[in-house]
């Protein structure tokens, strides 16, 4: 059952525009969302994070949307960069329980 | 070290096989998971450690899979009798006690290779 889902397992953006990136899920418990975002060979890193009493939160060039009633949130990162192209994984938990990630979206920044 | 290390970074293997993966967590962090990345998929989660409590073994694939933490610190994979599907990055990863984000610092992985 895969709980947190990321239905576009890829994307390509002209630099400079808007990249938008999109997460559904499924657990109405989850109370915490993030981004991590993964170059080759390495291992993910973390992006930005949105709690469940939030619908926003921006840091930079990048902006995370929650929204609860329809349980998805999104990544918008703007204006988009050739460095920003990756694999992006969205991940959800609740209380103690483990972090439960989506398949990923592999994003192309075409110069 | 600055960040979870593990080792070996690469492995390549016999089917039938015993594998030990190892992952050293950034010092002070209580929670360690390990996950796993097909080729083309998503992470896997496999295991969940967090302090004291006991560990969450739902991910794991098979009793062919186990996971130790000693000492609440540094964590071993095991894979017994490896097959083919086995092949995949496996990486660990680790956090501070949960507060108001689950920031999870990840390894670089180990490459595993079942011939």
């Known amino acids: 059952d895969q709980q947190v889902k990321q239905n576009s397992p890829s994307l390509s953006v002209q630099e400079g525009r808007i990249s938008i990136l999109n997460c559904d899920y499924t657990n109405s418990m989850f109370d915490y969302f993030l981004w991590y975002k993964k170059y080759p060979a390495e291992g993910p890193t973390f992006l930005i994070s949105?709690?469940?009493?939030?619908d926003k939160n921006e840091d930079g060039r990048f902006t995370v949307f929650l929204n609860k009633s329809a349980k998805h949130l999104s990544l918008h990162i703007v204006p988009s960069q050739p460095g920003d192209s990756a694999v992006y994984f969205c991940?959800?938990?609740?209380?103690?329980?483990?972090?439960?990630f989506g398949t990923g979206t592999r994003l192309t920044i075409i110069p | 070290g600055a960040g979870v290390s593990q080792s070996p970074s690469n492995k390549v293997t016999e089917k039938g096989k015993d594998v030990e993966l190892r992952c050293d967590p950034i010092?002070?962090?209580?929670?360690l998971y390990w996950y796993r990345q097909s080729l083309g998929q998503g992470l896997e989660f496999l295991i969940y450690f967090q302090g004291n409590s006991a560990p969450d073994k739902s991910g794991l694939p098979s009793d062919r899979f186990s996971a130790e933490r000693t000492g609440g610190s540094v964590s071993t994979l095991t894979i017994q009798r490896t097959q083919q599907e086995d092949s995949a990055v496996y990486l660990c990863a680790s956090s501070y006690p949960r507060g108001q984000a689950e920031k999870l610092f990840f390894g670089s992985g180990t490459q595993l290779s079942v011939l």
């Open positions: 949105i709690s469940s009493i939030k």
């Open positions: 010092s002070g962090h209580t929670a």
């Open positions: 991940a959800a938990y609740f209380g103690n329980e483990k972090l439960t």
